[in-house]
Structures are given as structure tokens and as C-alpha cells.
């Protein structure tokens, strides 16, 4: 509005006027505000991320309207499992974890989820004191 004339000359308004706030800063920030976990797997299925999307606007040919997906924090693999419904999670991941013993001869030590109800299940929660 200086620059247009659109302010009189008799108003007092500095052309130099910072917008250099905290807020302005975050808001324009090219890096993440909080920290990443600082530990990261040394060798596979140290560390497994677990999530589940859905309900699918869109329901397969086959029913399904979620899935569950599994990543490995080391190579970064990842397995995807479709599902009916999200009560199919523990079974689903039952089969992930005799997978992984069976092809590959180990066990995963850390799974990490957003905590969502089909991983706070009393079922998936004996599942994993069972597997230790």
C-alpha cells in the first residue's frame, strides 16, 4: 500500500517492517519440529511399523475395505495384507510373524503402531507377552 500510494505521507509507516516472529518461522519451516526417534534397527526386523488405513470409499471386487501394512525400520520393506474389517488385524498379523520366523529365521523385537484400537486389544496384547 506504500508502494501504491494508497497511504498519505503524513501517516507514519516504515517501509522496513519485519515479520520476523516465532509463529512466521514455524509456519515456513523446511524441517520437521519434532525429533525422530533416535533409534533406528541395526539389522532386520529389529523394528517393525504397523498401520492400518481404511475404510476404502471404494470396496474390492473381493470385500475389502482396509488394509495393514508392515515395514521394516531396516530395509524398509514392506508387506501389505488386505482386510474385511479391522477385527482381522491380529490374525493377520499372527501370519506376519510365522512369515518372518519361517522365511527368515528370526523374530521381530520392537513393533511400533499409532496405537489404534486393533492394536490395544487385550487378544493382541496376550499375543505379544506370549512371544516375549
Known amino acids: 500500500m506504500l508502494n501504491s500510494g494508497l497511504l498519505s505521507n503524513k501517516e507514519q509507516v516504515s517501509k522496513n517492517l519485519s515479520f520476523d516472529c516465532s509463529v512466521c518461522k514455524l509456519g515456513k519451516s523446511k524441517t520437521l519440529s519434532f525429533s525422530s526417534h533416535g533409534s533406528r534397527a541395526k539389522k532386520c526386523f529389529d523394528i517393525v511399523h504397523s ?40 490374525s493377520v498379523f499372527q501370519t506376519f510373524v510365522a512369515y518372518v520366523e519361517t522365511q527368515f529365521s528370526t523374530g521381530i523385537k520392537i513393533l511400533r503402531s499409532d496405537s489404534g484400537g486393533e492394536y490395544m486389544s487385550h487378544e493382541f496384547h496376550d499375543f505379544l507377552n506370549h512371544k516375549g
Not at 80 to 89: C, D, N, P
Open 51 to 90: 498401520d492400518v488405513w481404511g475404510i476404502s470409499p471404494i470396496i474390492s471386487h473381493a470385500r475389502y475395505k482396509y488394509f495393514v501394512t508392515f515395514i521394516d525400520d531396516f530395509s524398509r520393506y514392506t508387506w501389505v495384507y488386505f482386510l474385511r474389517s479391522k477385527s482381522e488385524v491380529l
